[in-house]
């Protein structure tokens, strides 16, 4: 735990050069100790130049080091920090994270503060620009382009050569000269673009009893300033948005900051627009695409707090909010806040944390909440909120099961019957359909009908998947291309290979053979790339130029389509197979996000779910509506396995280039931690096993799976066996805390 920040400044603090430990965002656990030059201060939280080795890096004093504190360097063998940066201090709240993410994790801490310090040209002093401004004094000639400019500048805002050239329509010389002759003061600007700022005291939208209940009571939980996590769980099309959007006004009238968490924030240009009608202004933006500049004047206003509120992916966690008083995680229950590279963690989970550091209000909000939350609301540690009905009286849409073995699609087609037809009405009433199919490109499979040899990633355990667009067999994992072969590369037959399976491109060539006339376009991360393609996507389905979506899971999320009022779930058992732990929840999620996009508005929603399994529990769950008591089944039969929620699991990947010895290191691993077992029980160790993607990028998987009670922690017997492992070097090993995916 990081010392307060009312140490002592080390120029206070005696005789004697003060020693500092400063975390480096480097593979390292421990922070370093460093002297601190005479008069010089450097509190915890301070970012630091350092000397290591024959280069100066940058890091965070972590904390103050006693004089002679046991274990410490010789003060004179220590290296003193080269220089304070002159930007705000990392807050405590922040470190305190970091620490707390690395222990639960077992990531090293220097790796998790390369999170927090993402902008490295943000700590740099922030670039001016000149300006000018009226010195009052008069020139001797002043001829009418010189009166222009004094005239611009008569209200006293300062303005840059080029901006008075331009509005006084004069060249740059006659600036130069003004100046030159003391007419003008030249004065620095920022060079660097400030955030809008929110309005909250806009006029709110006319809440209904249940939303203005529900608002009250997050403004309440931001008004106590403490920590809280309330779930906000209402139906799709509910107006969560809306209510939470009250929670903000609070925090923004509070003087506090905000951060509001999405899944895909590329595809947040209606939540974008939403905001600037409730606000007045555009929320500062946090996510992987953004440009350097954008996130160097981002990160620095989030830290000088001259931005009030951001709306970010994962990764915005990281932030150095200072004044952090509500954190939102909208669709909390998203697989997208799972981070599987790098430092492993789950954005909602940390989230929590940080609300806890920095002593705030966290709202979590889903129309499909995850177990675990649930699991946390009935044990009391999470408030909730309900809001039952849609707003301004839409009806829930009504979902149907396909029987796919009763009514089945013609041989080679995927679009059956029924849905054929609920189709048509659908054109023939002006509106508009969605096609979900959780599959890019146009088949996941390729085979050779002579010898039937599999198109398969050289590189990885996983079958090529065939693009038409790109005309090329990609793999997902790995990025690997070929085009297409005529000839089997194993019997050597020519003109046998077929591909087998629907993807979306599939699905539309086949709608567009069935409805000439119906404007269809697939959406899927081929084909939106970032969120200025999205949002033109967003802006034509919304001007009535489509009338057909045919897409992926990024057409499920948060979306309000009025005239959208048909879903048509190409194939909903999709995500059963393959049987991880959660198949069944997240399947449930997605399809009920899916099927929430139907309807929203005035017209009725209809939702078709074309299914093998119409009996399956899911598949029940969704066409009667008995949401809860699905999940109530499901968080017993997790119960009943000692699986998450009501257990803790942990994973161990193990990868390298040399399948035996991964194998060999993974099954050492597995020995050491067999035998070292706690002799009261409640912990167990499976595996080790080849992994489903046993290749991948070229590198051999081996897994081991650790699995305790709830009431236990798996960190120290993990830290406990992988100290004792001899691993070689080229097996590289990942720790998977709470982890989502099995693969
Ligand atoms: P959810 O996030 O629960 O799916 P939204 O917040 O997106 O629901 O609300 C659905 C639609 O209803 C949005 O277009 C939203 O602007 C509108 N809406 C919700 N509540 C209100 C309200 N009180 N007044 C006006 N429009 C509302
Ligand atoms: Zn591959």
Not at 419 to 430: C, I, K, N, Q, T
Not at 469 to 475: G, K, Q, R, V, W
Request: charged share 20%.
């Amino acid at each position: 735990m990081a010392e307060s920040d009312a140490t002592l400044t080390p120029a206070e603090s005696g005789d004697g050069a003060a020693r500092v430990a400063v975390l480096l965002p480097l593979g390292l656990d421990t922070a370093y100790d460093y002297l601190v030059g005479d008069g010089e201060a450097a509190p915890p939280g301070a970012f630091v130049r350092v000397p290591l080795g024959s280069r100066e890096v940058t890091g965070v004093v972590w904390g103050t080091v006693e004089d002679g504190a046991a274990g410490g360097v010789a003060p004179e063998k220590l290296k003193q920090i080269a220089a304070v940066l002159p930007v705000p201090a990392l807050p405590e709240s922040l470190r305190r994270l970091v620490d707390w993410v690395a222990e639960y994790t077992l990531a090293k801490r220097g790796a998790v503060l390369r999170m927090a310090m993402s902008v490295p040209a943000a700590l740099e002093p922030a670039k001016t620009r000149a300006a000018y401004l009226a010195s009052g004094e008069v020139p001797e000639r002043l001829t009418p382009a010189r009166r222009r400019v004094l005239d611009l500048l008569a209200d006293g805002l300062p303005r840059g050569a080029m901006e008075l050239a331009r509005e006084a329509a004069i060249s740059a010389g006659v600036v130069r000269t003004l100046a030159d002759s003391g007419a003008l003061m030249r004065v620095s600007l920022p060079a660097e673009r400030s955030p809008e700022m929110p309005d909250w005291s806009l006029p709110r939208a006319t809440l209904s009893a249940d939303q203005r209940a529900a608002a009250d009571a997050l403004a309440a939980r931001v008004a106590d300033a403490a920590f809280s996590v309330t779930l906000l769980d209402g139906v799709t099309g509910s107006g969560k948005t809306e209510v939470y959007f009250e929670a903000v006004a609070a925090a923004l009238e509070a003087e506090r900051q905000v951060l509001v968490m999405l899944p895909e924030i590329a595809l947040g240009a209606q939540w974008l627009e939403r905001f600037r009608a409730r606000f007045g202004a555009a929320p500062a933006l946090w996510h992987s695409e953004l440009g350097q500049r954008a996130r160097r004047e981002t990160w620095r206003a989030v830290a000088n707090g001259a931005a009030r509120i951001v709306v970010g992916a994962r990764s915005a966690l990281w932030l150095p909010f200072a004044e952090l008083g509500l954190l939102v995680v909208d669709e909390e229950h998203d697989g997208a806040f799972k981070q599987e590279d790098g430092v492993i963690y789950h954005a909602r989970d940390m989230a929590v944390m940080r609300a806890r550091m920095a002593g705030c209000a966290l709202v979590l909000s889903s129309a499909t909440p995850s177990l675990e939350t649930l699991a946390n609301v009935r044990s009391g540690r999470y408030q909730s909120l309900n809001l039952p009905d849609r707003h301004g009286g839409a009806q829930l849409p009504d979902i149907e099961t396909v029987d796919m073995r009763r009514t089945p699609p013609p041989r080679g087609a995927w679009i059956s019957p029924p849905l054929r037809e609920a189709l048509a009405d659908s054109f023939a009433a002006g509106q508009q359909a969605v096609l979900f199919l959780n599959r890019r490109g146009y088949a996941p499979l390729t085979l050779c009908r002579a010898c039937g040899h599999r198109m398969q990633c050289p590189n990885c355990t996983a079958w090529l998947v065939a693009h038409r667009f790109s005309d090329s067999l990609n793999c997902h994992h790995c990025g690997y291309r070929q085009s297409p072969p005529e000839t089997c590369p194993e019997c050597q037959v020519t003109g046998r290979m077929a591909a087998c399976g629907p993807g979306v491109e599939r699905v539309a060539e086949e709608a567009a053979a069935l409805f000439p006339e119906a404007r269809s376009e697939i959406v899927t991360s081929d084909t939106v790339a970032g969120p200025g393609q999205a949002a033109e996507f967003i802006a034509r389905i919304e001007k009535r130029e489509i009338d057909l979506l045919i897409g992926t899971q990024i057409i499920a999320k948060g979306h309000h389509f009025p005239l959208l009022t048909l879903v048509g779930v190409i194939d909903a058992d999709l995500g059963l197979a393959g049987g991880d732990l959660r198949a069944a929840e997240r399947t449930h999620q997605l399809l009920h996000q899916v099927a929430g996009r139907a309807g929203r508005a005035r017209h009725a929603g209809r939702v078709l779910l074309q299914t093998y399994m119409p009996e399956h529990p899911v598949m029940a769950a969704l066409s009667s509506g008995a949401r809860d008591a699905f999940l109530k089944r499901e968080a017993e039969a997790r119960e009943s396995h000692g699986q998450p929620p009501a257990g803790r699991l942990a994973a161990i990947i193990l990868s390298g280039r040399h399948e035996a010895s991964v194998a060999g290191t993974a099954r050492a691993l597995a020995r050491i931690a067999r035998g070292a077992l706690p002799k009261e029980g409640g912990i167990e160790v499976w595996g080790p096993a080849p992994a489903p993607l046993a290749l991948l990028r070229g590198r051999y998987r081996y897994r081991l799976l650790i699995k305790c009670a709830r009431s236990q922690l798996p960190q120290p017997w993990l830290r406990h066996w992988l100290a004792r492992l001899d691993a070689p070097s080229r097996v590289s090993l990942r720790v998977d805390v709470d982890p989502y995916s099995f693969l």
